[in-house]
């Protein structure tokens, strides 16, 4: 069901987020992203799914709204350099809304590591990784069209907005709430900037975590250790998971999360 090719995606490790959440009627995601944890875990009664990146949510609006228009211009789309350069050259203009998901999905996927807004270099296999990786990379984008088609699904019931993630927050201070929090890296944990719209201060992120501590529901919160972040929530609850981030370097991320896990739950990390 993977759609969005998305820097600091939670494909890999979404299933162990998944396992630790408590049961909940609402569920809300601020920072949606590509949207790994939200297309795996079981609906609830309410789910309300929002991006301040108008993009992503013209995306994921249009694979809800229009999924077969969208997913049969996919389907025609080459994977091509002609095409990559394309969508940086035609973006926005004058596009209706089913184009721009299209172009949008094409500097995602065809982008190396998914840097659709810093005009990345065409991700290709070249004459060094050869025939295999050539077919990987090619079948990877010609299966987007049938997982639009599989999200479209998913979506049907969800509120997608395009609002501030910190009056969302605000709005649903509820005990039946559980809220995943994947917010922008702070930029002192990574190399380099990876998004439209980032969090680029500190006092973004400690406005942020003074306002989760103030939620009344559970709250399961994801990104790279920091001290920050350490001082803030040191009564939370913490798991460490090992992944792969930029160029496929192994790094550690942090989950903390304000509830009792049941006894039952462990997995290995």
Same mark, same amino acid.
């Given at each position: 069901? /993977? ?7 939670? =494909? ?7 396992? *630790? ?37 013209? $995306?994921? @609006?249009?694979? #809800? ?41 094409? @500097? ?13 270099? =065409? #991700? ?9 990786? /050539?077919? #990987?990379?090619?079948?990877? =984008? ?13 979506? /049907? ?16 201070? @509820? ?45 399961? $919160? ?16 913490? *798991?460490? *998971? ?28």
């Amino acid at each position: 069901m /993977k759609v969005l090719k998305w820097p600091g995606s939670k =494909w890999s490790m979404a299933q162990k987020i998944i396992e *630790i959440m408590p049961k909940h009627n609402i569920y809300l995601e601020p920072f949606f992203g590509s949207g790994a944890v939200f297309f795996l875990k079981t609906p609830c009664n309410t789910e309300i799914l929002n991006d301040l990146d108008g993009e992503v949510v013209n $995306l994921f @609006r249009t694979i #809800r709204d229009n999924p077969n228009e969208l997913a049969q211009k996919v389907f025609l789309t080459p994977y091509s350099r002609e095409e990559y350069k394309e969508s940086y050259e035609r973006n926005n203009k004058n596009l209706d809304n089913i184009e721009k998901a299209r172009q949008f999905l094409i @500097r995602s996927n065809m982008a190396r590591a998914g840097m659709q807004y810093y005009s990345s270099s =065409w #991700r290709h296999a070249g004459p060094v990784l050869g025939a295999k990786t /050539k077919q #990987r990379v090619t079948g990877d =984008w010609n299966k987007i069209s049938e997982h639009i088609l599989e999200a479209a699904v998913r979506l /049907k019931d969800a509120e997608i907005e395009n609002k501030n993630a910190f009056n969302l927050i605000k709005k649903y201070n @509820r005990e039946d709430c559980l809220i995943y929090v994947d917010p922008p890296y702070l930029l002192s944990t990574r190399r380099q900037r990876y998004y439209n719209i980032e969090m680029t201060e500190d006092h973004e992120h400690l406005e942020l975590l003074k306002l989760l501590k103030e939620h009344s529901g559970p709250i399961i $919160l994801s990104g790279y250790e920091s001290e920050l972040y350490q001082n803030i929530l040191k009564d939370w609850k913490t *798991i460490e *998971i090992r992944t792969n981030a930029e160029q496929g370097k192994e790094r550690t991320e942090v989950l903390w999360f304000n509830f009792e896990l049941p006894q039952q739950i462990g997995f290995a990390i």
